[in-house]
């Protein structure tokens, strides 16, 4: 019993897949998307820079 032979085995790696032609259809898609991430970037970026949105919640008093 060697220590190597205990667990599950490794997969093989896949060999890589060259560049893929892509249509008007593709890219268009593609390119939408790559926009639509910039844009919830941007907003996410701009909402951490405030406040909570509700600070309402529990009011602690001061001391009795």
Do not use: T, V, Y
Not at 8 to 13: I, Q, R, S, V, Y
Not at 39 to 59: C, F
């Amino acid at each position: 019993m060697s220590g190597r032979q205990g667990g599950k085995a490794k997969p093989l790696k896949a060999p890589k897949k060259g560049p893929k032609d892509m249509d008007d259809d593709e890219l268009d898609f593609k390119k939408k998307q790559m926009e639509e991430a910039k844009k919830l970037k941007e907003m996410a970026a701009k909402a951490a820079g405030k406040g909570p949105l509700a600070s309402g919640g529990i009011k602690k008093s001061g001391g009795k």
